[in-house]
Nanobody, 111 residues
Framework: VQLVESGGGLVQPGGSLRLSCAAS????????MSWYRQAPGKERELVAQ????????NYADSVQGRFTISRDNTKNTVALQMNSLKPEDTAVYYC?????WGQGTQVTVSS
């Protein structure tokens, strides 16, 4: 199993970023996928999750209405569209499938 994130960076408050995770080594459509994040000095937390067929999603209260998780089972990718970003969204974002993790991508929200 390999999960490779991309798309992080520096953005001003109120801005947007789109993260992407390329998955390989397993039957992608058979598994729910998740995005987690970990801010400095804090525990890793679940941000969003999507079912294998993409028909069900759930979000942390802190990102509900601002972030959207989606997947493309033809390309084995899962994305996280992040809008109206806040400084408190600053963290390393990780793609996850059960016990497997990507290397993470840094998102920094700052003016």
């Amino acid at each position: 199993v390999q999960l490779v994130e991309s798309g992080g960076g520096l953005v001003q408050p109120g801005g947007s970023l789109r993260l992407s995770c390329a998955a390989s080594g397993f039957t992608f459509s058979s598994y729910a996928m998740s995005w987690y994040r970990q801010a400095p000095g804090k525990e890793r937390e679940l941000v969003a999750q999507i079912s294998g067929d993409g028909g069900s999603t759930n979000y942390a209260d802190s990102v509900q209405g601002r972030f959207t998780i989606s997947r493309d089972n033809t390309k084995n990718t899962v994305a996280l569209q992040m809008n109206s970003l806040k400084p408190e969204d600053t963290a390393v974002y990780y793609c996850n499938r059960r016990r497997y993790w990507g290397q993470g991508t840094q998102v920094t929200v700052s003016s």
